[in-house]
């Protein structure tokens, strides 16, 4: 039986996926992009895997800079998303205007984030369209303990499935 892929993309977009702002920075060029591909995929030491599009300016950034942040944000305030679903400006200290300082790695962290983690990137996974970065969590804090963290059913955005031509 072949798959349809509208099929393919309602039931992919029905995993619960968490929704957050990735963090990057090789040399003096820095982003953030909008990701709902984050996971936790070990505990000693514990390592962040993150999908990134292979064509995505975070991508070339992760390669070249060896880190990532991955800035939680809350449920109840999700425009963040969309303004950077494309690449972020950098100006005087922020990305599409909002503040940001420099993690322990050198990659950006939102001060608005509720929750952030910083990555070194340990290992990398060449998976077709996406690649698999996988970072040690070598700093992180918590700027909101109450806040929930923003999911990707908070929003309409979609993201997954068979990908468009």
């Known amino acids: 039986m072949?798959?349809?892929d509208e099929l393919i993309n309602r039931v992919t977009w029905k995993i619960p996926n968490a929704l957050a702002l990735v963090g990057s920075r090789a040399g003096d060029e820095r982003n953030a992009m909008t990701t709902s591909w984050i996971t936790q995929l070990a505990m000693e030491p514990v390592l962040i895997g993150i999908g990134v599009d292979n064509d995505a300016v975070t991508h070339r950034l992760i390669s070249d800079g060896g880190s990532f942040t991955v800035n939680l944000w809350n449920s109840e305030e999700t425009r963040?998303?969309?303004k950077f679903s494309k690449p972020a400006t950098y100006e005087e200290g922020a990305l599409n205007g909002r503040p940001v300082r420099e993690a322990t790695t050198g990659a950006p962290v939102f001060d608005d984030a509720i929750a952030w983690m910083d990555c070194e990137v340990r290992q990398h996974l060449d998976l077709g369209t996406h690649t698999l970065f996988i970072g040690e969590v070598v700093d992180a804090a918590i700027n909101d303990d109450?806040?929930?963290?923003?999911a990707m059913s908070d929003t309409r955005m979609k993201y997954g499935g068979v990908k468009r031509h």
């Open 80 to 82: 963040p998303f969309v």
């Open 146 to 150: 109450e806040a929930r963290a923003a």
């Open 2 to 4: 072949a798959l349809d």
